[in-house]
């Protein structure tokens, strides 16, 4: 059902050269002889063996020229010749004939197994004998070919009845085209086939097949028929017949069965709907006659499809009309001439409660008010003279309401006869409507009235009394009230109080109803929560609503109601409502839309009100100054701008120039501020109270409009002290930068890492990097460790004793950039900066404190050797001493007195050295328990707090 792109049996030139053995003069004489026969025809050799054919021999045998070429005769045809079935024999039965050329019979087996006579000639293209001859061959026709072409003829018309007989069979375009399809298949011995139809963009579609194997279909189900081969189907109407698919396509062939197949365009007139399309698994030769039955099928479901298309077409405009018919609002009536009703629009079977077939037949004065019916036929005749153009007479519904109209009446066809047309319009709806809109008026005068009094009053709560009787008789309401929203403290669900109402005479108050105090939604009134928080509205006849909402709503003698929400915001305050107590009110949009605007200003008056108290008074009682500044003067100031400036009251500030109280250093800068009130700035100023002392101020600013013109709207706030504060602190950090850049000592700044671990540098002085011969980059990016011998130091320890202490003093030695130890005492600080723990030591180098310890230890051990020598030295002096007074006191001498004194003189001496040296003893412990001398030193570290 695809054909191919080209049909090379209708396009291939009618002999081909590259297969023949026919060459030089005799070639190019033959080949165009071969071309220019209209009979089928080939040329062969001496044995029959085919060496040239043109296309009429390919048409009747199935087998496309080029393969032809090389095919003997006797295995083609059954040649029927005087002696035998040989291509031989019937050379020789050529020769045996006067003129050199001879006749014969044959037959050719076709596709479908018949056999097909014709009569073959025979001719030489040389002389007797020679090696080439040209067969030819002429379809034999019976003696009666009249007989044979009616049977043909009627052959073609059975099919054709049998089309048209489905085609008319169907009820639909779908059961059309498959019914043709099988049938069409069924009659001409098709195996399977399937219908186009030309669709929207270029493309045309399957819509219906039958035995179409499915890996095709899904192959050819939508076609570009701008495409070639289906430009000749779908755009030149042309016919495409492919006999022999296998030699065209071998390989789709042996994969989806086919031999032959067919298509054929399917139209009326110049337009095309479509193509059919036919498929034989077996080699099919499409003669003339099937070929002009396929195309006047394409013809007859053309016609088929456009006879179609229009009956669709008046259906879907029968539809439409009678769409409009009953779509209509107006009653539409279809009247006999003896005044009785045809029939009637939907419309008229909803207003009036009457069935279209009760209806039917009944007369249409029956319809009027019985006291206007005279009246009314009197007008019926008036507008059929033309003197008059509407009837204004009411008609009367089935359940006996008197309905308001007006009536029009035209003459038409209605089934083949003349009938008369009235169209009848319910102007109660429109009277009702034009009273709504009066009412409508009236709401939003009263919403005006409301807006101007709770948004020009200081408190709302004391103008909504007037505000709901206002808007309750403007709405023409039994009963006006406001509901607020609050809180259940122990469940958290949202209930709702009566606070305001308003009634008119003679209807109940429900303000002191105490079921209507703090009455949760769920279950009460969920809907209404649903819809009132999203912005919606409630409203309609009470009857209709839920029986739980009835329970309520029923006693109080409510029949209709409307209920709008009141927003404060973006919070659900509450709801205002309007009753009706004596009808079933049908609340018009436009009424619904004005109450829902009273419900918004009452939100914007709570609004407003919030606001002021919200804003308003805390800036009266900022402590930060507030300004309105205006074309230069103030126009607004809160207490503490006064206080800020040095004025006793805001109201001094008033009117004064801004400007005048700034001091002049700044008051350029001031201006150039205010006078581009387009764009928010933030600056300091200084100002001159009135008693001439001048303050520092942050001064904020942005654009607003105040009083329907440009001003400036922004804060004042005093920071002198701060300022004062900034600039001492900022003092004193450069007293501590110059005293830490400055000191003698060495001062680091160490972070602390997690697990009590001293982190790197992120501050160390001149006198620390001169310590250590390390610039002040290198330390920087060193650690506590990289320095510190720890050997000698415990740092461990001294991490725990600072975290435990916060503070501790100890020796440690460090090591220089060269290698050198050199021993410090250090004074360390643990505390906390911004948001981190460090560590501040300062560290003093004790290399000449420990060189004077030794010096000084060694000198009182000194002393301590001479002194011990001293000891010894009294005993030897002291004993020969007693020896010289004791030979003294023997010996008569005169001297002898002048002895026995010196050597006590002497013994007195060495008493007193003795006691000098007991002394010397005294000293020598308290220096070594109080300096360590006379002892070891330790290089550890210890703790001195």
């Known amino acids: 059902m695809r054909p191919e792109e080209q049909n090379p049996e209708s396009e291939m030139p009618a002999w081909d050269t590259d297969q023949s053995d026919i060459g030089g003069p005799e070639g190019r004489i033959i080949r165009p002889l071969l071309s220019a026969i209209s009979l089928p025809a080939a040329i062969a050799d001496q044995n029959g063996t085919i060496l040239l054919a043109n296309h009429g021999m390919a ?18 045809f059954h040649l029927e010749t005087r002696s035998d079935c040989s291509f031989s024999a019937l050379v020789h039965d050529m020769e045996s004939l006067n003129a050199g050329t001879g006749e014969i019979s044959c037959t050719l087996r076709g596709i479908g197994g018949s056999l097909i006579g014709y009569d073959v000639s025979l001719a030489p293209l040389s002389p007797p004998g020679g090696d080439l001859y040209l067969f030819t061959l002429r379809e034999r026709i019976p003696d009666d070919d009249e007989i044979l072409t009616d049977a043909l003829t009627r052959r073609r018309l059975e099919v054709l009845n049998r089309i048209i007989t489905v085609a008319g069979r169907a009820d639909g375009l779908q059961t059309l085209l498959q019914g043709v399809l099988e049938e069409t298949l069924h009659l001409l011995s098709f195996d399977a086939g399937g219908i186009y139809l030309l669709g929207e963009a270029g493309r045309a579609e399957v819509v219906c097949e039958s035995g179409v194997p499915l890996a095709f279909l899904s192959e050819v189900r939508e076609v570009d028929v701008n495409s070639p081969p289906y430009d000749r189907i779908f755009g030149e109407g042309q016919a495409i017949y492919t006999e022999n698919y296998p030699a065209i396509s071998p390989e789709r062939a042996a994969q989806f069965g086919f031999a032959s197949l067919a298509s054929v365009p399917i139209f009326e007139h110049d337009q095309i709907f479509g193509a059919i399309n036919v498929i034989n698994r077996r080699r099919h030769l499409f003669r003339a006659d099937e070929r002009r039955t396929l195309e006047s099928i394409g013809r007859e479901i053309g ?4 006879r179609m298309k229009i009956e669709e077409e008046l259906k879907k405009q029968q539809q439409n009309l009678q769409t409009l018919f009953d779509g209509m609002v107006d009653l539409i009536f279809v009247i006999s001439r003896d005044g009785h009703v045809l029939a009637t629009n939907r419309s008229v079977q909803a207003t009036l409660g009457y069935t279209a077939e009760e209806l039917k037949g009944m007369p249409l004065l029956n319809l009027h008010v019985p006291e206007r019916r005279a009246e009314a036929e009197q007008n019926f005749g008036e507008m059929l003279a033309g003197t008059k153009t509407i009837c204004a007479v009411p008609i009367i519904a089935r359940d006996g309401r008197v309905i308001e109209v007006e009536s029009r009446v035209s003459v038409g066809m209605w089934e083949g006869e003349e009938a008369f047309f009235g169209l009848t319009r319910d102007v109660s709806a429109a009277e009702e409507a034009k009273h709504a809109l009066k009412r409508r008026d009236r709401i939003l005068e009263a919403v005006n009235f409301a807006a101007g009094q709770l948004l020009g009053s200081s408190s709302w709560k004391e103008e909504i009394g007037l505000v709901l009787s206002d808007l309750g008789e403007a709405a023409e309401a039994s009963r006006t009230y406001i509901f607020e929203n ?22 109940s108050e429900e303000i002191d109803n ?33 029986a739980l909402e009835r329970a309520y709503l029923e006693p109080q003698g409510i029949q209709a109601l409307v209920v709008a929400p009141i ?19 049908h609340w018009s949009n436009a009424e619904i839309e004005a109450l829902q605007a009273a419900g918004r200003i009452i939100g914007l008056a709570i609004q407003r009100e919030m606001d002021e108290e919200m804003y308003h008074n805390p800036v009266e009682h900022s402590l930060i100054g507030v300004y309105v500044v205006q074309n230069g003067r103030i126009g607004y100031a809160n207490p503490a701008l006064a206080h ?3 004025y006793e009251h805001e109201d001094k500030l008033l009117d004064l120039s801004i400007a005048e109280l700034i001091d002049p250093a700044d008051r350029e800068r001031w201006e150039e501020f205010v006078a581009t009130p387009d764009r928010p700035f933030q600056t300091g100023i200084r100002c001159r109270k009135p008693d001439g002392e001048v303050r520092f101020l942050e001064a904020i600013g942005s654009p607003i409009t105040f009083r329907g013109a440009p001003a400036c709207v922004g804060t004042l706030m005093d920071v002198t002290e701060e300022k004062r504060a900034r600039e001492a602190l900022i003092e004193s950090e450069e007293k501590f930068r110059a005293i830490f850049n400055n000191a003698t000592d060495g001062i680091s700044l160490n972070v602390v890492e997690e697990g009590l671990r001293p982190g790197e540098f992120t501050e160390v ?19 506590l460790y990289d320095i510190v011998d720890s050997e000698r130091t415990d740092i461990a320890a001294i991490m725990e004793r600072l975290a435990a202490c916060g503070r501790c003093q100890f020796e440690a030695v460090l090591r220089t950039s060269g290698g050198e130890r050199v021993p410090v005492d250090v004074r360390a600080h643990m505390f906390s900066l911004n948001n981190r723990q460090v560590i501040l030591s300062i560290m003093r180098d004790i290399r000449e404190r420990i060189q004077m310890e030794e010096r000084a230890v060694e000198a009182f051990r000194r002393i301590e050797r001479n002194m011990e020598q001293f000891a010894v030295l009294n005993d030897q002096i002291r004993n020969p001493l007693q020896g010289i007074i004791g030979l003294a006191a023997l010996e008569d001498s005169p001297n002898m007195e002048q002895i026995i004194s010196l050597a006590r003189e002497i013994d007195r001496i060495v008493t007193l050295l003795d006691q000098g040296w007991v002394e010397s003893d005294k000293v020598r412990e308290v220096l070594k328990r109080h300096y360590g001398l006379y002892k070891e030193q330790n290089n550890t570290e210890f703790d001195k707090n």
Request: hydrophobic content about 35%; some cysteine; glycine content about 12%.
């Open 59 to 76: 048409e009747i045998t199935g087998i496309i020229v080029t393969e032809l070429v090389g095919h003997s005769i006797e295995g083609i």
């Open 303 to 306: 016609g088929a499809i456009r």
């Open 486 to 507: 609050s809180t259940d403290p122990r469940t958290g669900e949202i209930l709702m109080s009566q606070r305001w109402e308003w009634t008119e005479d003679g209807v």
């Open 514 to 546: 105490p079921d209507l105090q703090n009455l949760p939604y769920d279950p009460t009134a969920t809907r209404w929560a649903e819809a009132l928080s999203k912005g919606g509205m409630i409203s309609g006849a009470v009857r209709t609503f839920p």
């Open 567 to 585: 927003h404060v915001g973006r919070r659900w305050f509450g709801f205002i409502g309007f009753d009706d107590c004596h009808d079933e009110r």
């Open 644 to 646: 800020i400036l040095g």
């Open 765 to 783: 002085n001149e006198s620390l990097c001169t310590m250590l011969g390390y610039t002040r980059a290198e330390l920087l990016s060193s650690f």
